[in-house]
């Protein structure tokens, strides 16, 4: 990372390299902004603003989180979308960047509806990676919980083992060896930063209705060997008054972004086209 701006106490560190179109990439969880550099790089003409979000890579989570937001586990510290989301604006506001396009892959995705809501005129289109609007399912509720538990006996090394093999689609998996290798050196949090995060995945909002209000355009890009966020469950974003392109990529896992570079860069570069107008 090349530089480093405050937030709500907390020193977060960001790249922005390139001119051109501004766009903010808002990378998943546990990774860092690594996650986005084989897209970026062949996405030409754009100005690329990459965070590491609060708590991953080389940003700091701060200290006061709240504590209850995450009824499941209610002592648990809670890093919110609403702070994730705060300190995307304050970096625009840092930057002097008064619009961009956004986009964002799984709680990336879940931060830019939130922008939506905080900011709307701050946002050009909003491309979603593997991201959905729907918040947790009871399963996935509980699996924060377990997640939270592991991470607090000491686990998450063997977690991020798991999420690894489990968010990688298996295409990539045989085709691509040394990717598992790669994502998982990546996975850059620390033990409190991890249940603040999945404290926080765990009471996000419902952004169904929020996708009912976006009036600029969106795209929507979905991995078919994605099981934690299914082409049914983006298929929602096709509601978005502002009109989406919508895009299954059969052969792509939650990471797809990482996967299958040229083909995610030869759709958004169709679609930045009509911002370019």
């Given at each position: 990372?090349?530089?480093?701006?405050?937030?709500?106490?907390?020193?977060?560190?960001?790249d922005?390299?390139?001119?051109?179109?501004?766009?903010?990439?808002?990378?998943?969880?546990?990774?860092?902004?690594?996650y986005?550099?084989?897209?970026?790089?062949?996405v030409?003409?754009?100005?690329?603003?990459?965070?590491?979000?609060?708590?991953?890579?080389?940003?700091?989570?701060?200290?006061?989180?709240?504590i209850?937001?995450?009824?499941?586990?209610?002592?648990?510290?809670?890093?919110?979308?609403?702070?994730?989301a705060?300190?995307?604006?304050?970096?625009?506001?840092?930057?002097?960047i008064?619009?961009?396009?956004?986009?964002?892959?799984?709680i990336g995705g879940?931060?830019?509806?939130?922008?939506?809501?905080q900011?709307?005129?701050?946002?050009?289109g909003?491309?979603?990676?593997?991201?959905?609007?729907?918040?947790?399912?009871?399963?996935g509720?509980?699996?924060?919980?377990?997640n939270?538990?592991?991470a607090?006996?000491?686990?998450?090394?063997?977690?991020?083992?798991?999420?690894?093999?489990?968010?990688?689609?298996?295409?990539?998996?045989?085709?691509?060896?040394?990717i598992?290798?790669?994502?998982?050196?990546?996975?850059?949090?620390?033990?409190?930063?991890?249940?603040?995060v999945?404290?926080?995945?765990?009471?996000?909002?419902?952004?169904l209705?929020?996708?009912?209000?976006i009036?600029?355009?969106?795209?929507a890009?979905?991995?078919?060997?994605?099981?934690t966020?299914?082409?049914?469950?983006?298929?929602?974003?096709?509601?978005a008054?502002?009109?989406?392109?919508?895009?299954?990529?059969?052969?792509?896992?939650?990471?797809?972004?990482?996967?299958?570079?040229?083909?995610?860069?030869?759709?958004?570069?169709?679609w930045?086209?009509?911002?370019?107008?």
């Amino acid at each position: 990372m090349n530089s480093l701006h405050s937030s709500s106490g907390a020193r977060l560190a960001f790249d922005d390299r390139g001119t051109g179109l501004p766009i903010v990439f808002l990378h998943p969880t546990p990774l860092d902004h690594v996650y986005w550099r084989p897209l970026i790089e062949r996405v030409p003409g754009v100005r690329a603003i990459v965070p590491d979000l609060r708590g991953h890579g080389a940003s700091e989570l701060g200290v006061n989180l709240p504590i209850g937001g995450f009824s499941l586990v209610p002592d648990a510290p809670v890093l919110t979308m609403k702070q994730l989301a705060e300190d995307t604006l304050e970096l625009l506001d840092h930057l002097s960047i008064q619009q961009a396009v956004f986009t964002g892959c799984s709680i990336g995705g879940y931060v830019m509806l939130e922008l939506w809501r905080q900011a709307p005129e701050r946002m050009r289109g909003l491309a979603f990676i593997c991201s959905k609007p729907q918040p947790d399912t009871e399963p996935g509720s509980q699996k924060r919980v377990a997640n939270i538990a592991q991470a607090r006996a000491g686990g998450f090394n063997k977690m991020f083992d798991g999420m690894v093999q489990a968010l990688t689609g298996a295409t990539a998996r045989d085709l691509q060896p040394t990717i598992v290798s790669e994502l998982r050196n990546r996975m850059n949090i620390t033990q409190d930063a991890l249940i603040a995060v999945q404290a926080g995945l765990g009471a996000r909002l419902d952004s169904l209705p929020t996708v009912a209000t976006i009036n600029v355009p969106v795209l929507a890009i979905a991995g078919g060997e994605d099981t934690t966020v299914t082409p049914i469950e983006m298929d929602a974003f096709q509601a978005a008054p502002g009109g989406c392109s919508y895009h299954v990529l059969p052969n792509a896992g939650h990471f797809a972004a990482y996967e299958q570079p040229e083909k995610i860069a030869e759709i958004m570069i169709g679609w930045l086209a009509k911002f370019r107008q």
